[in-house]
């Protein structure tokens, strides 16, 4: 089965970032050294950031006094953020970009910006300015905390769909204040016209393809199969056409409520693993952390009701949802089982048997509080469990019981392959969010 045209609908604008070089006059005395030719280094460093930050177009200039900044600052309305590249000290420019209220990623140049980096960055954040810092001899960190910029663009520039029978204005207005997202209500009649008249050609190849890539096929028929196939081609079609990224349906409440005639667990199944975002139980707030993690790690987050088990020192996800390419659209499948949906043993779901001896980061938005909270544990099994949901991923935490006497901020986490910790920390250290760690 061909993969959907993410692509199309992916946010395509570049982020704008202010690229800010500032160093004194090479004539003066100071770090790194009098006589530095700060000129070629700048030129070395622009070209690499431009080469690794396809998603951003840098706006070069030099800053070296208080003046500088503050004219750089006055005629910037447009742009996105800045990149501060402290190349030298004295500059006084420094503290000004810190201190303006406006996102900054402030890098450290070792062995040049040092002093002024380490007086400007720690204060910054005290004063809940909307920084980030790296202090790296890796150019490669520099790289991926400036992709942030882009991610953000992204998710400001995205449309989530919310299929719920509830008013959620209030809800619909805080993730544009927050997160600038734009969220949509969609009514479950409309989820049904798209499923209705899905393409059932494209309903056919998905449900074949889903049924040939499986280990197993236990409960559900092929018809019930297809059923699922015709939503997440429904499904698809209502991202199309409203040019959106995502989609959070109240498959629990509408499918029980006879609102729905299949669970949407498959059709998540795909979109997260080509780039988009389906997420369960109309919760935005999981459905807005998958879609800030896809666009800052390139790979989907699986939404689950944790449970903690003290006596093994796990956490353990469990969800009838799950993807399959953890790694990223491009990445290999992992080995899955077509199974029911666990609760009510009706229509189809998955059970992912997800790589093992990884770490992973799971985190979730609070957008009314304004912080992300944010802990990390390594995948140790994929339990085989009847109770409760049909995937569940078992991973070690280091301390299980800190965990869960940390627990706040409601059930459902959004987990991620790989160590995030840091690219989540620039994002919402631009963001403006404060990162709350559990465990």
């Known amino acids: 089965m061909a993969a959907p045209p993410t692509a199309s609908l992916l946010p395509q604008d570049k982020a704008k970032v202010r690229l800010v070089f500032t160093h004194p006059d090479p004539k003066l005395e100071g770090w790194p050294y009098q006589g530095y030719d700060y000129e070629s280094r700048k030129a070395k460093y622009a070209a690499k950031l431009r080469e690794g930050c396809p998603g951003i177009e840098f706006l070069p200039e030099t800053a070296a006094t208080e003046a500088d900044a503050k004219r750089i600052l006055s005629r910037d309305a ?23 209220g406006r996102p900054a990623l402030l890098v450290d140049d070792l062995y040049g ?38 991610a953000i663009k992204k998710l400001r520039g995205s449309t989530m769909l919310q299929v719920a029978e509830s008013d959620q204005t209030k809800a619909v207005a805080l993730y544009g204040q927050t997160l600038g997202l734009t969220v949509r209500q969609v009514r479950a009649e409309e989820l049904n016209q798209a499923y209705e008249s899905a393409d059932r050609a494209e309903v056919r190849r998905s449900a074949k393809g889903w049924i040939e890539r499986a280990d197993r096929v236990i409960e559900p028929s092929a018809a019930e199969i297809e059923k699922s196939a015709a939503m997440y081609v429904g499904m698809h079609d209502l991202l199309a056409r409203n040019k959106a990224q995502g989609i959070a349906v109240d498959c629990l409440r509408l499918f029980y409520g006879h609102k729905i005639t299949a669970y949407p667990c498959l059709g998540f199944m795909q979109l997260n693993d080509d780039g988009l975002v389906g997420a369960c139980e109309a919760d935005l707030q999981s459905a807005s952390t998958m879609l800030m993690l ?10 689950s009701d944790p449970v903690i088990d003290t006596s093994n020192n796990q956490i353990i996800y469990a969800h009838c949802v799950a993807p399959t390419k953890v790694l990223g659209p491009d990445g290999t499948s992992t080995r899955y089982e077509i199974r029911s949906h666990s609760e009510d043993r009706k229509g189809a779901a998955i059970r992912s048997l997800m790589p093992l001896g990884e770490m992973t980061t799971t985190l979730k938005i609070v957008p009314d509080q304004k912080l992300v909270v944010i802990h990390r544990a390594k995948t140790v099994a994929n339990l085989e469990e009847d109770r409760a949901c049909r995937t569940k991923l078992a991973a070690e935490v280091p301390d299980a019981r800190k965990l869960l006497n940390d627990w706040d901020f409601g059930w459902h986490r959004v987990t991620v392959y790989g160590d995030a910790k840091v690219q989540v920390e620039t994002i919402t250290g631009l963001m403006g969010l404060k990162l709350v760690e559990e465990g």
Do not use: H, W
Request: cysteine-free; glycine content about 12%.
């Open 294 to 303: 896809a666009y800052l790690t390139g790979r989907p987050g699986f939404i």
């Open 113 to 150: 910006g040092t002093g002024s980096f380490l007086g400007a960055y720690p204060k910054a954040r005290t004063k809940g300015m909307p920084v980030a810092g790296v202090s790296s001899s890796r150019f490669e960190d520099i790289i991926q905390a400036a992709n942030a910029f882009a």
């Open 78 to 100: 447009e742009v996105d953020g800045y990149l501060i590249y402290m190349f030298g000290i004295p500059a006084q420019a420094n503290p000004v970009f810190a201190y303006s």
